[in-house]
């Protein structure tokens, strides 16, 4: 019974949204760690990707289900391995700018944008998920 309350509706797809934008981060991290070194190649994932994939995950679950119930699928991607508990991620370096004296292709700016709407990303997740899970402590509580 638990299992079809946590597993239903938007819990599975903000769990799954969570747990791709904390590996994001870290690889954004790592970025601005390595920003001076020598021959390193910022690296990202492919957020319309999984956007993507979630979308279909969401839809097919829909169809099958006939609504917001049932498992969340979503399908590998090659940057991305769902497992039942949490993601796992391979990034690609991201050559989208000038090639310093160097080797690397640095770009302050558009790291710190990555990391800031990551970020945002993330919160909102949380908040969201924060708010399911009070609904649910009211439900239990039989409290409004």
């Given at each position: 019974m638990i299992e079809g309350l946590l597993n239903s509706g938007s819990?599975?797809?903000?769990?799954?949204?969570?747990?791709?934008?904390?590996?994001r981060h870290q690889?954004?991290?790592?970025?601005?760690?390595?920003?001076?070194?020598p021959n390193y190649r910022p690296a990202d994932l492919d957020t319309a990707g999984f956007r993507e994939v979630l979308?279909?995950?969401i839809d097919e679950r829909r169809n099958r289900s006939g609504g917001p119930n049932g498992d969340l699928?979503?399908?590998?991607?090659?940057?991305?391995?769902?497992?039942?508990?949490?993601?796992?991620?391979r990034t690609d370096p991201r050559d989208q700018n000038i090639l310093f004296h160097d080797r690397n292709n640095r770009s302050l700016e558009h790291i710190m944008q990555d990391l800031a709407e990551n970020a945002m990303a993330h919160n909102a997740a949380l908040e969201m998920l924060r708010n399911q899970f009070q609904s649910l402590e009211s439900a239990i509580r039989e409290r409004p």
């Open positions: 819990m599975p797809v903000l769990e799954r949204m969570v747990q791709f934008t904390a590996q690889v954004i991290v790592d970025s601005i760690a390595n920003l001076s070194t979308a279909d995950a699928k979503l399908k590998d991607t090659q940057q991305i391995k769902f497992l039942s508990d949490r993601i796992d991620v």
